[in-house]
């Protein structure tokens, strides 16, 4: 039997974005640390979840994407 090879991908990240980048100190892609509810929602990252402000006034949001 003929050994088999792989060779890397050269594929490149959809619209150049690294999806797998982790979590930073300033946020995950668009998302930045100290963006208004608004800015937040219009990277289209994000959308209000079912219930969108808790008991406690906290909000709440989905991810739309996966990390």
Not at 18 to 33: A, I, N, V
Not at 48 to 65: A, E, F, I, L, M
């Amino acid at each position: 039997m003929k050994p088999t090879t792989t060779t890397p991908s050269t594929a490149q990240p959809e619209n150049g974005i690294d999806r797998t980048m982790p979590f930073g100190p300033d946020g995950y892609l668009d998302l930045r640390l100290g963006m208004t509810a608004e800015e937040a929602e219009a990277t289209g990252l994000i959308t209000p979840n079912v219930q969108p402000t808790s008991s406690k006034g906290c909000k709440g949001y989905d991810y739309k994407g996966a990390p």
